[in-house]
């Protein structure tokens, strides 16, 4: 299992953002957290991530307990890769700099380094543009960067959260391609959020249900059409459609 979710629980002020979250996702699978604005989605990403602490529950990556009420390993140590919707990257680098930067934050050595971007941005066809900045790039190049940087950041996980929601319309469906693609020749698992039922069934290997902090129903695109397990599911699927 890449990655196992054990009745996760959030809460911020008392109120209860990510309610007794549970899954498992195999090596390899394309996981989509599919939910309406203020469910929970980024910050069952965040949890996932490190970038937050559960309040109860416990998640696991690649075998390893990572969160839990007496244990939390720091989000550099977790090989889980961040997508976000604005990219972050750093303005000032290079797209080579930028895809270096978690190599050599980990301190590997400088021709492993060279080694592991070049492969990295040879997967997302940005090696022409390995010398540019960011800012002279497309939205969709950008995306392409943050992805490079995952996997030379050693990341065997992906979390996304979102990360087409910022570009247009004609460009989204051809990063959807590109994420597939990438998600298969980079062998890794994904965790993919979105609040968009069509990208959710276009990319899924399987869809997560959220609402109202919880996952309502676990199932493939084709399952979660024509069974949808509860009312809101129904209501959810149909009126996005
Ligand atoms: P989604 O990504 O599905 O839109 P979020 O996880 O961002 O949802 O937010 C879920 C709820 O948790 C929202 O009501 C949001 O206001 C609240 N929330 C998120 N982060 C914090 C925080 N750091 N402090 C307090 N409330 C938060
Ligand atoms: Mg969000």
């Not at 309406?36 to 529950?57: F, M, N």
């Not at 929601?165 to 062998?187: Q, V, Y």
């Amino acid at each position: 299992m890449s990655l196992i979710l054990e009745n996760v629980v959030k809460k911020f002020d008392g109120t209860t953002v990510v309610n007794s979250v549970t899954a498992r996702l195999t090596d390899g699978e394309f996981f989509v957290v599919l939910g309406p604005s203020g469910c929970g989605k980024s910050t069952l990403l965040r949890l996932i991530a490190g970038l937050e602490q559960v309040d109860e529950g416990k998640i696991a990556l690649n075998g390893a307990q990572v969160s839990g009420v007496d244990r939390h390993v720091p989000p550099e140590q977790r090989q889980a890769g961040v997508v976000f919707q604005s990219y972050a990257l750093w303005p000032h680098m290079t797209v080579r700099q930028n895809v270096a930067f978690p190599a050599e934050a980990a301190g590997m050595g400088r021709a492993q380094i060279a080694d592991i971007v070049e492969n990295s941005l040879n997967t997302v066809d940005l090696m022409p543009f390995a010398d540019r900045l960011p800012a002279s790039l497309s939205g969709g190049q950008r995306q392409r960067v943050a992805l490079a940087r995952c996997l030379a950041g050693g990341a065997r996980t992906v979390l996304m959260d979102e990360p087409l929601a910022n570009l247009d319309p004609h460009l989204r469906g051809r990063m959807e391609a590109e994420i597939r693609r990438f998600h298969k020749d980079a062998g890794v698992t994904t965790l993919y959020i979105t609040h968009d039922q069509r990208e959710a069934m276009a990319l899924a290997d399987q869809i997560a249900v959220m609402w109202g902090g919880r996952f309502l129903q676990i199932a493939s695109p084709q399952d979660i059409h024509d069974r949808p397990a509860t009312e809101e599911v129904a209501r959810f699927i149909g009126r996005a459609a």
